[in-house]
Every structure is written in structure tokens, then in C-alpha cells.
């Protein structure tokens, strides 16, 4: 088996650098995309209760037309 080499510094330093500038740099685009995140969550929400909504009315305006010998 072939001995470990010795690294450079300037490489080292260079892989160090990239690794912490692109941590910095999820940090930075995980907070700018949250907000945006959580305002869509929070309009799909909105939208599906008033789809929720539409069903039940759809639904109980069905029931109400409908012509049974059981009511």
C-alpha cells in the first residue's frame, strides 16, 4: 500500500474556503427561500379550505335536490 501524500497548505486552505462559502451560501438562500415557502404553504391552505367548501355546499345542494322515498 502507498503511503498517504502530504497535502499543501494552499490546497487545504482552498477546499476549507469552498466548504465554508457554501455553507454561507445555504444559509443565505435557506433564508431568503423560507418566507416564500411558507407563503405559499399558507395560500394552499386558504385555497384548499374554500375548496373543502365548495364540495360540502355542492354536496348538500345534491342531497337536497334529490328525490327520495328515504327522507
Do not use: N, T
Not at 32 to 44: D, Q, T, V
Not at 50 to 59: A, C, G, L, S, Y
Amino acid at each position: 500500500m502507498v503511503p498517504p501524500v502530504q497535502v499543501s497548505p494552499l490546497i487545504k486552505l482552498g477546499r476549507y474556503s469552498a466548504l465554508f462559502l457554501g455553507v454561507a451560501y445555504g444559509a443565505k438562500r435557506y433564508s431568503y427561500l423560507k418566507p416564500r415557502a411558507e407563503e405559499e404553504r399558507r395560500m394552499a391552505a386558504e385555497e384548499k379550505k374554500k375548496q373543502d367548501e365548495r364540495k360540502r355546499m355542492e354536496r348538500e345542494l345534491a342531497e337536497a335536490q334529490d328525490d327520495s322515498i328515504l327522507k
